[in-house]
């Protein structure tokens, strides 16, 4: 396989690759059956150029010449209640987030179709988190989506249950996981 190249960058580099990210993003998804692309490529662009404030944002961008996938997320803070409504409900204290430092958002991770089942998704994964100071790592993904849920237990990640999507969200609810960090060899 073609060297891969895995940058870390902020916010302000982030802005101004808004556009390949959004390429990227729809050419991830592709044309899905049942789902308007522009809908869902939009929500994207909302989600993304939103995310750019939040708190220790970071982007992981994968290249073989032109970006081929990207993650990105930040550090959760209480105030976001990122847990409300989760069901099953937590034990007490799984929601403090202890002045923002407890919980990093894997919010997206998306690869190009041509490059999907290269290890790149995971080469991306692996280089966001072990970058990250936080004491565990939250996502969530289509319920739907088993395949993909499959492939998260596989990384680490536990599902915790299904919170419901906020307003604007694509999914009335999504599957959510957590996983502890640091990352343990994969030897």
Same mark, same amino acid.
């Given at each position: +396989?073609?060297?891969?190249?895995?940058?870390?960058?902020?916010?302000?580099?982030?802005?101004?690759? +808004?556009?390949?990210?959004?390429?990227?993003?729809?050419?991830?998804?592709?044309?899905?059956?049942?789902?308007?692309?522009?809908? %869902?490529?939009?929500?994207?662009?909302?989600?993304?150029?939103?995310?750019?404030?939040?708190?220790?944002? =970071?982007?992981?961008?994968?290249?073989?010449?032109?970006?081929?996938?990207?993650?990105?997320?930040?550090?959760?803070?209480?105030?976001?209640?990122?847990?409300?409504?989760?069901? @099953?409900? @937590?034990?007490?204290?799984?929601?403090?987030?202890?002045?923002? =430092?407890?919980?990093?958002?894997?919010?997206?991770?998306?690869?190009? %179709?041509?490059?999907?089942? %290269?290890?790149?998704?995971?080469?991306?994964?692996?280089?966001?988190?072990?970058?990250?100071?936080?004491?565990?790592?939250?996502?969530?993904?289509?319920?739907?989506?088993?395949?993909?849920?499959?492939?998260?237990?596989?990384?680490?990640?536990?599902?915790?249950?299904?919170? @419901?999507?906020? @307003?604007?969200?694509?999914?009335?609810?999504?599957? +959510?996981?957590?996983?502890?960090?640091?990352?343990?060899?994969?030897?």
């Amino acid at each position: +396989m073609t060297d891969v190249t895995y940058s870390r960058l902020n916010a302000g580099a982030a802005a101004l690759l +808004m556009d390949q990210l959004c390429e990227v993003y729809a050419d991830a998804y592709g044309e899905v059956s049942g789902e308007d692309t522009n809908v %869902k490529a939009d929500a994207f662009r909302d989600r993304a150029t939103g995310a750019l404030g939040a708190r220790n944002f =970071e982007l992981v961008t994968a290249r073989v010449g032109d970006v081929v996938g990207f993650v990105f997320g930040y550090s959760l803070r209480q105030e976001r209640d990122w847990f409300a409504g989760l069901d @099953p409900a @937590p034990e007490p204290g799984f929601t403090d987030e202890r002045g923002g =430092e407890r919980t990093v958002v894997l919010a997206e991770i998306e690869v190009r %179709k041509a490059w999907q089942g %290269k290890g790149i998704g995971r080469g991306l994964h692996d280089t966001f988190l072990a970058g990250r100071r936080e004491e565990r790592a939250t996502l969530t993904a289509n319920p739907a989506a088993t395949a993909t849920h499959a492939l998260y237990a596989g990384w680490g990640w536990q599902r915790v249950g299904t919170i @419901p999507g906020r @307003p604007g969200a694509y999914y009335r609810e999504y599957a +959510m996981f957590v996983r502890p960090l640091p990352l343990a060899d994969r030897g």
